[in-house]
C-alpha cells in the first residue's frame, strides 16, 4: 500500500523548487514531491495523477498563485491548497484563504523549514473534516430514513410525554384516528384511547415498571367510533436526558374480524352434523369433527396421522379409485355412495364428498371428506322401492282377480239365469224340474259364498273383525264339520278322515268356534277341491298351552316357492289354478287373518304331486267346569 504524501508544488524558480523540496526531504521520506513550472504541466498533472495535497508559489511566470488556487478548486475540489509566498502581502494571504487556501507559508528559509508541519497540519484538518462530513451525512441518512419509515408507516406512532402529552404523531396515526395533526398536538392519550378498556391501566403501570410493554386495546376512532388495535409502548430518552414514551398502534379491526370468521368457521366444522374429516394434500388425516368420531367410533388419537379408507387402495375398485384421483388432482368435487365400516365391524352407508382445497397458485393442499349416514335415508328409498313394487304386484293382482271374480260370479249367475229361464217351460217334468232347481240352489249357494268372502276379506281390511269367545266343544265342532262333508262328497277315490284328538270324551275350550269352523272348512274345502284320490284328513294334537290343528291331502301338492305367498290376498299357487280349480284366492289370507286374530300360526307343509299339510294352532284355552 502507498503510504507516501503525494505533493503537487508549482514555482518556476528552480532553487525555490529545490529549496522546498529539501525541507520536505530532510524532514520524512514520506513525501512525494512532483514538480510543475507552468501553467500546463499544472493542469496536466491535475487531469492525470492523484495528489494528497498542492504548494503553490504566489508569483509566477505569467499566473498567480491565486489562478492555481482556482485551477486546483475546479478540478479536484478537495485537494487542499498552501500558498508558499515571497512577495505576497498579509491582505493576499487572507484573500487566498478567503478563496479556500488551507494555509499560507511565507518563502523565507525559517519558514520553509516549518513547511512539513504546516503540511501535516493542513492534511489532519482535511482528514477531520472528511471524518464530519461522513458523520454528518451518515446523520442525514439516518434521519431521512427514520422521517420516511415514520411518514410511511402503516403502524400509527406516537410521541408522548410520560404523562401522556403528544408531541408528535405521523400521518397514518391521522387517518387511521381520523384526526388532524393539530387536534393531536392538543390532546393527551386518554383522548384517543378507550380509558374504560381496563387493559388500559395495566399497559401504563407495565410499561412504568419495565420501560416497554404490549396488549391489545380499543381505541377511539373520529368522535364516536371506536377499533381494536395492538399497543406497542417503550420509555426513552430525548437528547435532554427528559423521558419519553414512544407508542405503536396497529389496527386489527381486519384480524379481529378474520379471527372471529374463523372461529365461527371452525365451531361450523366442528358442530356439524355430517361427519367432516381434513387432510393434507397426501390424504393424511388432520382433523376430524366430533360427529365423525361418534359415528365412525374411533378417537381423535386414533384417526390424526392416518389415511381415511376411502383413499386406501383396495376399498374402491382400482378403475373407480384412479377415476377419482384424477378428478381429485384436477381439483374437482368427486361425490359417491359408499358402504363404510365402523370401529365395531358394522357396516353402513354413505354419501361421500370429497373436495380439494386449492392455494393461490392452484395447488392443492387439503382434502376436505363430508361424509353423510345415508342408512336410513337408503333403507326409506329401499322399502319405497318394494312399497312400489308390492303396489304393481297388487295391481296387477288385482286386474287378475277381477277377471277370476267375474268368472266365479258369471258362472253360477249364468247358471241361474238359464235355469229359472228353462223352469218358464210348461212342458218339462217333474224330475227335471227338480234337476233346474236343484242347480240353481247350488250355483246361489257358490255364489253366495263368493260374496261371503268378499266381504269378509273388506271386514278384515277395514279392521272390523271381532272376536266374540264362548264355551266350543271342540270335538262335536268338528265332527259337524266332518258329517257335512261326508255328505256332500261326491268324490269315491277320496277318503274323508277326522282325527280326534280324544275320541270318548269332550273337549270344552275357550275360543270363537265361527271363526274356528271357517278356518277348518276353509282348509278342507281346499283340500278336496285339489285332491283326486287318496284322502283327506283333518284333526288336532294338544302340546302343552297349544292346540295344533292340521288338514293333510294327497292332492297336487304345492310348490316350496309358493308356500308364504299363497296365505297373500288374491295369490294362487299357479296361475292355471282358476281356470281348473276355480277360487278367489282369497280363502287361505281370510284363515290366516283368522288364525292370527285367535292368537295363533298358519303354515304348511307340501310336496308336488304327494300332498299337502295345513297347520295351525290356537292357545289352548280350557273352558273350567266347576
Ligand atoms: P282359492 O279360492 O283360490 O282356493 P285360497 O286362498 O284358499 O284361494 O288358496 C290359494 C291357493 O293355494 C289356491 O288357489 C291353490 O293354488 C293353493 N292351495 C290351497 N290349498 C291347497 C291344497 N290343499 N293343495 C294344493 N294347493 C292348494
Redesign the pocket.
Known sequence: MDLKIRILHIDDNALDRQLVRDALMRESDTYEVISVDNRILLEKALSEENFDLVLTDFDILGFSGLQVLQIVKDKKPDVPVILITGTGTEEIAIEAMKMGASDYVLKSAKCIHGLPHIINKVLDNKRAQEERNKALSALKENEALYRTLFENSRLAIFLLTMDGKVLSVNPYACRLFEKTEEEFLKSTREDFVETKDQRFQTIIEEKLKTGHAEGELIFKKGKYKHFPGEIDTTIFKNNDGIDQTILFIRDITEKKLAEKKLYTLNKAIEQSPTSTVITDNKGVIEFVNDKFTSTMQYSLDEVIGKRPRIFNQGHLPDKEFYAMLKTLEEGRIWQKETQNRKKDGSMFWENVVISPLLDDEGAITNYIIIMDDITEKKKLFDDLVIAKEQAEESDRLKTAFLHNISHEIRTPMNSIIGFAGLLNDPDIEKGEKDQFTEAIVQSSNQLLSIITELIEIATIETGQVRITESKVELNTTLKLIYNQFQLNNKNPNVKLILNLFQTDKELLIITDSTKLSEIIV?LVE??L??TAKGFVEFGYTIDKNNLMFYVA?T????PPEMHEV?FKRF????VS??SV?G???????ISKAYVELLGGKIWLKSELGTG?TFYFTLPYKRYLTD
Open positions: 276353509n281346499n283340500a277341491k285339489f291331502d292332492g297336487i301338492g304345492i299363497i295369490h294362487q299357487a299357479s289354478t282358476s280349480y277360487g278367489s284366492g282369497l280363502g287361505l289370507s299337502t
